[in-house]
């Protein structure tokens, strides 16, 4: 029934046989698609929100197999019985093969549904059942976004609200290690500049000592020559 409900809507001719997936999906009722839904739309926006404060403009959507099929899916799980829309929509699909004009096309269609005692008012009845299908999963989906969406892009912005932090203190930090550190340097300087000007004393006293010393001893040493010489 999916398969046949696919062909209805999706051609496949337009669809990329690159993508899709090896193995035929499994039938089922559409209970849990929206979490489906919504984790596959919200899986790449996720990817980046970590690198910018404020989420940039998505760019514009395409039909895609994946959500195609859970809305399919949606379709099958609440499909009527009896001779509806859909069925209308495989004749009318099984006609366009060999009728090219629009107008003929629908009428022929209807005109093979009369047979079976369907009216214009039924086919636009069941239509619109399904486009409310098709809102229902939409307004499903748009809820599961938003939760998802504070879920995961809220624990993102708190996260990044934390790091913009962390950054601010560790950089405060720097500024004052680094104000700190020209204290230091200056100090040090001033510190050595006291360093050479105390060994320059030191050796000027040392210097001078011996001058003073050499000075006394030599006028002492004279005298002892001279008191040997005279004072004999």
């Known amino acids: 029934m999916f398969k046949k409900l696919k062909s209805l809507f999706v051609i496949e001719e337009e669809e990329d046989k690159s993508t899709k997936p090896k193995a035929q999906e499994k039938k089922g009722q559409a209970k849990g698609a929206k979490r489906d839904l919504a984790a596959a739309g919200t899986k790449k926006a996720n990817a980046t929100s970590s690198k910018q404060q404020t989420p940039q403009a998505s760019?514009?959507?395409k039909v895609e197999e994946k959500f195609m099929n859970i809305l399919l899916k949606s379709l099958e799980a609440n499909n009527l019985d009896g001779f509806d829309y859909l069925e209308f929509k495989q004749s009318l699909q099984a006609i366009g093969k060999i009728q090219t004009d629009e107008a003929v096309g629908y009428q022929s269609?209807?005109?093979m549904a009369s047979t079976m005692g369907v009216t214009v008012e039924h086919l636009i009845?069941?239509?619109?059942h399904y486009v409310e299908v098709?809102?229902?999963?939409?307004?499903?989906?748009?809820?599961?976004l938003r939760r998802q969406e504070k879920l995961k892009i809220g624990?993102?912005?708190?996260?990044?609200?934390?790091?913009?932090?962390s950054i601010a203190d560790k950089r405060a930090m720097v500024?004052?290690?680094q104000a700190e550190i020209a204290e230091d340097e200056k100090a040090s300087k001033v510190c050595n500049q006291r360093l050479s000007d105390v060994g320059r004393l030191i050796a000027q006293n040392q210097s001078n000592f011996v001058a003073s010393f050499q000075s006394l001893k030599g006028q002492m040493e004279?005298?002892?020559v001279k008191m040997k010489r005279y004072l004999k």
């Open 109 to 111: 269609a209807f005109a």
């Open 155 to 165: 624990a993102e912005q708190e996260k990044l609200t934390q790091l913009i932090k």
């Open 59 to 61: 760019a514009p959507g």
């Open 175 to 177: 500024e004052k290690l």
């Open 125 to 128: 009845k069941t239509c619109q």
């Open 222 to 224: 004279d005298d002892l």
């Open 134 to 144: 098709l809102e229902t999963e939409n307004s499903n989906f748009q809820v599961e």
